[in-house]
């Protein structure tokens, strides 16, 4: 069945689809050409089948969270950079936006998988490698997977946190994330920024020193400990600390501005980030808020885009993370709430301050294949592929 044709004897429209998980997210998979060729006709779709708005999503196929509210569309690449182009949009629960302005590393791991089970690209042997270009932000990535006897394997040794047992690994090589929403890898050319967040009793300013920084994903990075926090705080005492939500959505508000991207009020990003010492054995301890609710694990780019300012110097990072070797390859173990995320960065030698090279290993797997039926009205006759 195609995404034009109804389901049979019913006001339902059914749309192929396949249910993936990449890395720690999930969500369906479609093809481009089985969606509306209008966004707005696209998005309503898309919220259609998650579900959205409803905090439970019990209409769709949203899983109640950000980390499950998300959704993937792939296509043959047409621009001559890649195999295949990959748009990712962020949905949210209670809400009816669709936003395909940032990157997702982890549903990005899911692109080669599922192309491969929708026949858009043939294995080619006992590995296969895709350039991927996301289009949300023009970034250019490749990803390799195991295909022995022509055939994708899921089942492996690897591990990551956030995600039971173990599966085949997926790697993913960033070939350019510097910037990939701002104009720059710091986009104030700083790497402190002093931002507002309040005034004393006498009119002087309080202020908290804080990186602004885009490797893959636009960040604020600030010490927990400049703002009264230890970093290393369960998330559901940092989800009922209001008080610290306040100041880290004003915060998140000017730092929008400054970094060029104007009013953030409604966007998922820049995403916050609280900074303390390792606690585990790994490089540097993360609390990211996505943006408004602490997240249980951190987003793959936004792991790249914290180890980075591990290795830059000068960032809010320096004192706080523990880095051993000289470089220029760095392996960044970045921990948070639910365990650790391993990135590796090489610095540029001609450049101390840039990153030649992002990488790192995921996992991912199809989980259901089939259609997802949506009510007709949600795609109306006009509105065609």
């Given at each position: 069945?195609t995404a034009?044709?109804?389901?049979?004897?019913?006001d339902l429209?059914?749309?192929?689809?396949?249910?993936?998980?990449?890395?720690?997210?999930r969500?369906?998979?479609?093809l481009?050409s089985d969606l509306p060729?209008?966004v707005?006709?696209?998005?309503?779709?898309?919220?259609?089948?998650?579900?959205?708005?409803?905090a439970?999503?019990?209409?769709?196929?949203?899983?109640?969270?950000?980390l499950t509210?998300?959704?993937?569309?792939?296509?043959?690449?047409?621009?001559?950079?890649?195999d295949?182009?990959f748009?990712?949009?962020?949905?949210?629960?209670?809400?009816?936006?669709?936003d395909t302005t940032p990157?997702?590393?982890?549903?990005?791991?899911?692109?080669?998988p599922?192309?491969?089970?929708?026949?858009l690209?043939?294995?080619q042997?006992a590995t296969?490698r895709?350039?991927?270009?996301?289009?949300?932000?023009?970034?250019?990535?490749?990803i390799?997977?195991?295909?022995?006897?022509?055939?994708?394997?899921y089942?492996?040794?690897?591990?990551?946190?956030?995600v039971?047992g173990?599966?085949?690994?997926?790697?993913i090589?960033f070939?350019d994330t510097?910037?990939?929403?701002?104009?720059?890898?710091?986009?104030?050319?700083?790497?402190?920024?002093?931002?507002p967040?309040?005034?004393?009793a006498g009119?002087?300013?309080?202020?908290v020193?804080?990186?602004?920084i885009d490797n893959?994903?636009?960040?604020v990075?600030?010490?927990?400990?400049?703002?009264?926090?230890?970093g290393?705080?369960?998330?559901?005492a940092?989800?009922?600390?209001?008080?610290?939500?306040?100041?880290?959505e004003?915060l998140?508000?000017?730092?929008?501005?400054?970094m060029?991207?104007?009013?953030?009020?409604h966007?998922?990003?820049?995403?916050?980030?609280l900074?303390?010492?390792?606690?585990?054995?790994g490089?540097?301890?993360?609390?990211c808020?996505?943006?408004?609710?602490?997240?249980?694990?951190i987003?793959?780019?936004a792991?790249?885009?914290?180890?980075?300012?591990?290795?830059?110097?000068?960032t809010?990072?320096?004192?706080?993370?523990?880095?051993?070797g000289?470089?220029?390859?760095?392996a960044i173990?970045?921990?948070?709430p639910?365990?650790?995320?391993t990135v590796?960065?090489?610095?540029?030698?001609?450049?101390?301050?840039?990153?030649?090279?992002s990488a790192?290993?995921?996992?991912?797997?199809?989980?259901?294949?089939?259609e997802?039926?949506?009510?007709a009205?949600?795609?109306?006759?006009?509105d065609?592929?």
């Amino acid at each position: 069945m195609t995404a034009d044709q109804s389901h049979a004897a019913s006001d339902l429209r059914a749309i192929p689809c396949i249910v993936m998980r990449g890395g720690t997210s999930r969500g369906p998979f479609f093809l481009a050409s089985d969606l509306p060729a209008d966004v707005a006709a696209r998005d309503r779709v898309l919220l259609a089948a998650m579900g959205s708005p409803d905090a439970r999503q019990i209409d769709g196929l949203g899983g109640a969270h950000a980390l499950t509210s998300k959704a993937g569309i792939v296509a043959r690449d047409t621009s001559g950079q890649a195999d295949l182009e990959f748009v990712f949009a962020q949905l949210q629960p209670d809400a009816d936006t669709v936003d395909t302005t940032p990157n997702c590393g982890n549903m990005l791991a899911a692109v080669l998988p599922f192309a491969l089970e929708r026949g858009l690209i043939a294995p080619q042997g006992a590995t296969t490698r895709a350039r991927v270009l996301t289009r949300n932000t023009g970034m250019l990535c490749d990803i390799t997977m195991a295909t022995p006897g022509g055939a994708a394997r899921y089942a492996g040794e690897t591990r990551i946190d956030g995600v039971p047992g173990t599966g085949a690994p997926i790697v993913i090589d960033f070939l350019d994330t510097a910037g990939s929403v701002c104009a720059a890898l710091l986009p104030t050319g700083n790497p402190v920024d002093t931002l507002p967040i309040g005034s004393k009793a006498g009119g002087d300013a309080v202020t908290v020193d804080a990186t602004l920084i885009d490797n893959g994903m636009p960040m604020v990075l600030i010490r927990a400990g400049d703002l009264g926090r230890s970093g290393h705080e369960s998330v559901a005492a940092l989800n009922a600390d209001k008080a610290l939500k306040r100041t880290l959505e004003a915060l998140r508000l000017a730092a929008g501005e400054r970094m060029g991207l104007g009013d953030v009020a409604h966007r998922s990003y820049p995403k916050m980030c609280l900074l303390a010492p390792p606690a585990a054995g790994g490089s540097i301890a993360t609390r990211c808020f996505i943006p408004r609710v602490c997240h249980d694990a951190i987003g793959v780019l936004a792991a790249i885009t914290v180890g980075t300012a591990c290795v830059l110097r000068g960032t809010v990072a320096a004192g706080v993370a523990r880095i051993t070797g000289t470089g220029p390859t760095h392996a960044i173990s970045v921990e948070h709430p639910t365990g650790e995320f391993t990135v590796e960065l090489q610095t540029d030698p001609a450049r101390p301050d840039a990153i030649a090279r992002s990488a790192l290993v995921r996992t991912a797997r199809p989980i259901m294949r089939g259609e997802v039926l949506i009510p007709a009205s949600a795609w109306p006759p006009s509105d065609k592929p």
